[in-house]
């Protein structure tokens, strides 16, 4: 599985070369967005290179920084049959890629109340019953832009091990690259989503000192202490912050 | 990789490492936290707040005549997208309980609560649900659950970090409500970090005197957003949600409460009304408006939507004067420029240095100081290290991290932060990462107080949108646990109130009035309101898009 994971996408010393060539003078590329030509800066992502070409992005961009998974890209690279698969934000651009954005994915979402859900195996036979059509391909583990260990923890889901999945599938950034590659029609990151709630709510030991805190703020314990800050003129309050002492 | 020429001085970044290793295990202070007197000098030379232009007068409005953050008062004094005349306000296209603008935490946070308290809710957002500033919070929030922390000293440090001026009563309910929050957050299903026994990991944050800052390691927010808009999308028969349906204007009624609000498809270009009891604006920050040219850490949407409507329905601003600029933003590579580097690194012990490898600042001071510290260290010291392209920026040394916290720390702690620098061969196990201040955090906003009502009847803000809470200068981790404190007393006190609210004839008049404060004030602008979205397009290309003033409302 190991060389299955390396092989999944373009080995990234290309784009670190690309990269490095800033340091000289502005390249360019040429790149097919949705099938047209343009001419846009080597060292881009993804996402800069549609904006340089001109488009003014509505859906395909969110935190733009990796964390909300708005901006799913799948690409393929001039002799090469492969289907590859990125976020625009992170994804450098090469020469001759032809790419288009995913501007949503449909996803199975079930409604539930999560107060009323058992932490076991039985909650994913239940919710996600296609969770146990994987057949165990890896391609959306292939297709993860986070290099995320996605069948892995869909097998663990299978088992009912909701510890690794939360574990596994901390990362996950909800992009669907999985979902819309996966031939057993499965929403890993949902199936991903509900194993961390799960873990959250019913599975991680208590806090006993967060416990004894909120009942302290229930009885008023603070009370008084907040009223006399809440009162205090700026200089007083100004001398007991510069004098308080540090953990 | 970095170039060569960094070579020398990354030498000496790793030449003192073990010096530095030693002094942070001593216990002490690496570096003398400063006095009053010399965060005030500093932050006077050099925070960019304080340049001669970078605030103005405000010639209209309800905070007419008062100093404001100049890109705001110009994104203030502009015209509206609407011409009121054309909407028939008596028969509107969606009725509710509580119109929420907005789909980051904050507005979840109170669809879920007033959705439990009995009330419906439409919660109207520009981009997706959770394409919020709250899904990029890495390094945690703030919560006084230790034995030896208590929400009092959490109070001081919050208003101490604000420079006094935070409103009491918000600072209170903040760090009051805290614990409480943490609790919320895990019965919904939000994986906290946590020691083996079972108790909360803390770590500390810039300006905090004790260790209160949770977090999921370094995807906090991804891991509450996407829980709380899981919970939220479990209630498709309370809550309805429009995506791409930004509200445009505020509704009012004739006895000048707010009603609602006017939504704009950005996709199919339609408007729509919607009548609503109450209307909570929890639409973010400022960050993509780019104060001062500075690149932001912000998403794609932030660009102050809710300030410019609830300004002309009335709403009063507070502390519109002061702009947050997060010390570590990377510089290096281009690519990233701008991205957020969580302060929870600097919690887990990383440092600052400037090109000689040495420490010029404490590590962990309020964000505008250390801001400044770093600003000052580039510009008037002259001791940063250039980019290939010409940004500046200091060190910020990570390996120290492994060494203090053992080996594996990194990758444990802070997945996200070495997924985004690996992608270009650096490997911040090994090496540093290249960081200045970054635009960040929308520090003031619509006032509200403790209930989050403001000064329009109807009318509540939480979140970013909202000013008070956090004075001038906000903490870490004290959004996160903003947006959940507010967004939950939002949806509860427009909850309480929708129960007796009674509307009067709708109105979009005082859109008809702002118009009329412009041309009194004889303030030419071609600039139309709310932003909506930045645009990234090269000046040569919007030169050949001859149509664009009329075709597409967004350009």
Redesign the interface.
């Known amino acids: 599985m190991a060389t299955q994971t390396t092989a999944k996408k373009k080995p990234?010393k290309q784009?670190?070369a690309k990269?490095?060539k800033?340091?000289t003078q502005k390249e360019m590329v040429t790149v097919f967005i949705m099938g047209k030509a343009h001419e846009v800066p080597a060292?881009?992502?993804i996402m800069?290179a549609i904006?340089?070409?001109?488009y003014?992005?509505?859906?395909g961009?969110?935190?733009?920084?990796?964390?909300?998974g708005?901006c799913a890209t799948v690409y393929r690279m001039p002799g090469d049959y492969k289907i590859y698969t990125g976020l625009a934000c992170?994804t450098?651009v090469e020469d001759g890629m032809w790419l288009s954005q995913l501007p949503a994915i449909p996803s199975q979402?079930p409604?539930?109340?999560?107060n009323k859900l058992d932490p076991n195996v039985a909650t994913f036979q239940r919710l996600y019953p296609e969770v146990f059509r994987c057949v165990s391909c890896n391609t959306c583990t292939k297709a993860c832009p986070?290099?995320l260990e996605v069948m892995d923890y869909i097998n663990a889901a299978m088992r009912g091990d909701i510890e690794a999945v939360?574990d596994l599938s901390?990362?996950c950034?909800?992009c669907g690259l999985c979902a819309i590659r996966c031939p057993a029609e499965i929403v890993q990151y949902n199936v991903g989503?509900?194993a961390?709630?799960?873990?959250?709510?019913y599975l991680?030991?208590?806090?006993?000192?967060?416990?004894k805190?909120?009942q302290e703020?229930k009885e008023h314990k603070?009370d008084k202490?907040?009223n006399e800050?809440?009162k205090m003129k700026?200089e007083e309050?100004?001398k007991?912050?510069?004098e308080?002492?540090?953990? | 990789?970095y170039?060569e020429y960094m070579r020398p001085s990354l030498e000496k970044v790793t030449q003192s490492r073990n010096k530095r290793f030693e002094l942070e295990k001593s216990g002490k202070p690496v570096f003398p936290p400063m006095?009053?007197e010399e965060r005030e000098n500093v932050l006077r030379k050099f925070h960019p707040d304080y340049k001669p232009d970078a605030r103005r007068k405000i010639r209209i409005g309800p905070n007419k005549g008062e100093e404001l953050t100049t890109e705001v008062a110009n994104m203030l004094e502009s015209h509206a997208r609407i011409k009121p005349g054309i909407f028939d306000l008596t028969k509107p296209d969606y009725e509710t309980d509580i119109l929420i603008i907005g789909g980051g935490g904050a507005g979840c946070a109170a669809a879920i609560i007033a959705m439990q308290k009995g009330a419906k809710s439409i919660i109207s957002t520009k981009?997706?649900l959770?394409?919020a500033n709250s899904?990029?919070s890495q390094g945690g929030m703030q919560a006084?659950?230790?034995?030896?922390?208590?929400?009092?000293?959490h109070?001081?440090?919050a208003?101490?970090g604000g420079h006094?001026d935070n409103k009491?009563?918000l600072v209170?309910a903040l760090t009051?409500d805290g614990?409480?929050v943490?609790?919320w957050l895990?019965?919904?299903?939000?994986?906290?970090d946590?020691l083996e026994?079972?108790?909360?990991q803390v770590l500390?944050g810039g300006g905090t005197?004790?260790?209160r800052m949770h977090s999921?390691?370094d995807?906090t927010?991804?891991?509450i957003m996407?829980?709380l808009m899981?919970?939220v999308?479990?209630?498709?028969d309370k809550i309805t949600i429009l995506e791409?349906m930004p509200v445009v204007e505020l509704i009012m009624d004739q006895k000048a409460q707010c009603a609602g609000g006017v939504l704009y498809n950005?996709?199919t270009e339609e408007y729509f009304t919607v009548k609503a009891r109450a209307t909570i604006i929890a639409t973010g920050g400022y960050g993509r408006l780019h104060i001062r040219g500075f690149d932001t850490?912000n998403?794609?949407?932030a660009t102050g939507d809710g300030l410019v409507i609830a300004y002309r329905a009335g709403a009063k601003l507070l502390f519109m004067d002061s702009v947050q600029y997060h010390p570590t933003g990377s510089v290096f590579?281009?690519?990233?420029a701008g991205?957020?580097i969580t302060e929870k690194i600097r919690g887990a012990g990383g440092q600052p240095l400037n090109k000689h490898g040495e420490l010029f600042v404490f590590p962990r001071e309020p964000r505008d100081v250390e801001s400044s510290a770093f600003i000052r260290e580039c510009l008037d010291r002259k001791n940063g290290i250039a980019t290939?392209?010409g940004r500046l920026g200091v060190w910020l040394d990570s390996p120290l991290i492994e060494m203090l916290q053992g080996e594996g720390y990194i990758n444990k702690q802070f997945?996200?932060m070495h997924?985004?620098f690996i992608?270009?061969?650096i490997d911040i196990t090994k090496e540093p990462m290249l960081v200045y201040p970054s635009l960040h955090y929308q520090n003031g906003g619509i006032e509200i107080n403790e209930k989050c009502e403001t000064n329009v009847p109807g009318l509540y803000v939480a979140g970013e949108a909202s000013g008070g809470v956090h004075g001038r200068n906000r903490l870490m981790g004290n959004s996160v646990l903003d947006y959940n404190v507010f967004g939950r007393r939002a949806g509860k006190y427009a909850t309480e109130y929708v129960k007796s609210a009674k509307l009067g004839v709708l109105s979009l008049d005082h859109i008809t009035d702002y118009e009329a404060e412009l041309k009194k004030a004889k303030i030419q602008t071609g600039l139309i309101t709310p932003v909506l979205?930045p645009?990234?397009?090269?000046e040569d290309?919007r030169k050949?898009?001859l149509t664009a003033h009329y075709e597409?409302t967004?350009?």
């Open positions: 990234v784009t670190e990269a490095a800033k340091d060292d881009a992502t800069g904006e340089y070409a001109g003014q992005i509505k859906r961009a969110g935190c733009r920084e990796g964390f909300c708005a992170t450098i979402k409604v539930y109340d999560i986070q290099d939360m901390f990362d950034l909800s989503l509900l961390r709630r799960l873990y959250g709510k991680a030991k208590e806090s006993k000192q967060l416990k805190r909120i703020v603070f202490e907040f800050l809440m700026k309050l100004k007991k912050y510069y308080r002492d540090t953990e | 990789m170039p006095s009053a981009l997706r959770g394409d899904m990029m006084a659950v230790t034995e030896q922390d208590s929400p009092t000293l109070y001081l440090d208003i101490g006094f009491p009563e209170h009051e614990p409480e943490v609790k895990e019965d919904l299903g939000v994986v906290w946590k026994d079972g108790s909360l500390h005197s004790r260790k999921c390691r995807y927010g991804a891991i996407r829980t899981d919970e999308r479990n209630h498709p791409f950005l996709e850490t998403h794609y949407g590579p281009e690519q990233i991205f957020l290939p392209s997945p996200a997924r985004q992608r270009y061969g979205l645009s990234y397009t090269p290309v050949r898009q597409g967004l350009r």
